[in-house]
């Protein structure tokens, strides 16, 4: 009897621990989720930050239904997606992109929205603070070290004294990072040209504009700049101009060099962010908006040639070179 009572003192004491640890325990790894991606254009940079989230949820062992659209450059488009996203009750919106990112948080302030490949999300009114995001919306920020990329061109050639920039006139990153620009060049004894353009037809007419001005180019990162990358490097390389990105994947597609973030490992950041949101049941209140904090030193060796630069230089140490 004595027995029979321990017996059953031990059975219900292990079934009040089970019942408790179901109650507590993370989301079972079997569950799928929907994950809304909105993608405001296609390029290299844009297209390895959602390359590099999807493989982190894939590491992270996230069962997850991704629908992406990519809403071309159109703003409009871009809010249709977000307000279907919406619709269909998805689980988290991903938006790549600052204005991804806006229409994602206009539609909803319930659904958890994580961003990338935004340049200030403070200014961009996607967020409080930085550290106090303040309700359903954080994630990465790609803030390139900018000082130590104007830098670079003193190193390349000691003679450069105007610093061209082409931005997309409608980009609240672009504006951002040009007024960034001219404040750290005056301790660089450099000025900067700053030309604005609406769509990528008018490239060639701001690079024309830009040549008979400046010095050397320095590409932001810009949606229309990105997706212009092959252009711009062609003009630069034929008039002799030295450029420099703030981001790998115009230097990729001939532009000179970069010291700056790679976009896909800071999708794969993201992609962690969103395991946090989904599985862990974290709120995005409670996450911090994220940076990259290593960069990598990427040259393009056929540009550097064409330049008739030499490696050589302070500003190539410690590069990968690509071709």
Known sequence: MKTSRIVGFVEMTFLTLLIFLLQVMPVKANEKFTIGITQFAEHPALDAVRQGFEDELKAQGVDANIIYKNSQ???????????????????????????SAQTAKQATDTIPVLFSAVTDPVHSQLVNSLEDVGGNVTGTTDASPMDKQLALFKQLDPEIKKVGIIYNTSESNSEIQVAQAKEIAKNLDLEIIAVGVNNINDIPQAINSLASKADALYAVTDNIVASAAGLISKSTIERGLISIAAEEGPVKSGLLMTDGLSYYELGKQTGAMAKKILVDKVSPKDLPVESLKNTTKIVNENTMKKLKLEKPNPAFEGAIFIK
């Open 73 to 99: 450059g159109d703003t409009g488009v871009a809010g249709v997606i977000a307000q279907k996203f919406v619709a269909d009750k998805v689980d988290l919106i991903f938006g790549i992109a600052t204005i």
